[in-house]
């Protein structure tokens, strides 16, 4: 069973649509966030949620919209979506908010176009 | 300046060879991660630590705290090493990333 997991992996989409990812963790964690790396393969924290209650909202637009309807599952939906929206999207988990090893889905590569 | 830097950028070495990938932060921490990137995008956490030393099999990570600074070492190096390996450091409750480091290990 994998640990952390994320749908869809791929989606190419026109700017302007809305689109949705889920992530989903069965490892029991505490903590999930969103990570964004763009085309130079730089890793930046999005948000972070900690038992279903936002912690970090890194000056994301709010454009960009998460929700944790329970601690196991962390979903990100774009509104409007630019061009420079493009980019892989990493969901990850840890046992506690910042402690803890932490543990990535797949990732998520958003084309927009 | 990013609070995170790494060195080299870039890494070509042959089967076999000892390797050094250095990180270097200007923040306060409360721990630093090493992330390993296969080429096919995924991302697995090889190590946290706070202080001292750490051993996984062929892989050794350090960090000196009052230097601000962190090594991850790979012994007897294998093409199946080839990876971005990503320095993150933890502080004001987020990870804060460095660029990474792109290892080729040719055969």
């Known amino acids: 069973d994998t640990a952390v997991s994320q749908t869809p992996k791929y989606l190419v989409t026109q700017m302007g649509n809305d689109k949705s990812i889920k992530c989903e963790q069965n490892?029991?964690?505490?903590?999930m966030y969103w990570y964004k790396q763009d085309s130079k393969k730089f890793l930046k924290i999005m948000f972070s949620?900690?038992?279903?209650?936002?912690?970090i909202n890194e000056t994301v637009p709010n454009r960009f919209s998460p929700k944790s309807p329970d601690k196991a599952h962390l979903n990100l939906h774009i509104n409007s979506l630019e061009l420079g929206d493009s980019a892989v999207y990493f969901c990850a988990s840890s046992p506690f908010l910042n402690t803890g090893e932490l543990f990535f889905g797949e990732g998520s590569r958003l084309t927009v176009l | 300046k990013n609070e995170v830097e790494q060195s080299p950028q870039n890494l070509t070495a042959q089967e076999g060879e000892f390797i050094t990938i250095n990180c270097s932060y200007s923040?306060?921490?409360?721990?630093l991660h090493w992330l390993q990137q296969h080429p096919g995008g995924g991302i697995v956490s090889l190590f946290m630590?706070?202080?001292g030393k750490k051993k996984h099999g062929r892989l050794i990570a350090t960090i000196n705290i009052q230097e601000k600074h962190s090594s991850l070492h790979i012994t007897a190096s294998h093409p199946r090493d080839s990876a971005v390996y990503i320095c993150a450091v933890e502080g004001a409750q987020k990870l804060v990333f460095g660029q990474g480091t792109r290892l080729t290990i040719n055969p």
């Open positions: 630590l706070s202080s």
């Open positions: 949620y900690n038992n279903k209650e936002l912690i």
């Open positions: 490892l029991g964690h505490d903590t």
């Open positions: 923040v306060g921490i409360s721990a």
